[in-house]
């Protein structure tokens, strides 16, 4: 298979490629929240974590203003198989934000 499409042919290129990537992001996180205020709620699992992993869903939900960081408490890396529920709240609550500030009424749910 000699086309990949877009991706670098040769070890130059691909270093060149990891220089630019490496120098975009570091200018993106040089703002305080480089997401701005958008909605952000980022689940962390409460089971098999260490420091340097809780470090980095804090960096995570720090690139919004708006971010929120919620711990799943007895959730392995697969959040949505432990605690389904909590993944269905996070996008309602992500969801219910984006159209708050888009001033768009929320339409009523069926179960109340």
């Known amino acids: 298979m000699d086309d990949v499409g877009l991706l670098p042919k040769g070890l130059a290129a691909a270093e060149s490629w990891r220089q630019e990537f490496t120098a975009l992001r570091r200018l993106r996180l040089e703002r305080a929240a480089p997401l701005g205020s958008l909605p952000l709620v980022v689940l962390e699992r409460g089971h098999d ?64």
Do not use: C, F, K
């Not at 929120?68 to 389904?84: A, C, D, F, Q």
């Not at 996008?91 to 009424?105: F, M, Q």
């Open 49 to 112: 974590s260490n420091p340097l992993w809780h470090s980095q869903q804090v960096d995570l939900a720090g690139l919004s203003s708006a971010g929120r960081l919620v711990t799943v408490e007895g959730s392995g890396h697969m959040i949505h198989l432990y605690n389904p529920t909590v993944v269905v709240q996070a996008i309602r609550d992500v969801v219910r934000s984006v159209r708050a500030s888009h001033l768009e009424p929320e339409p009523a749910r069926a179960d109340g």
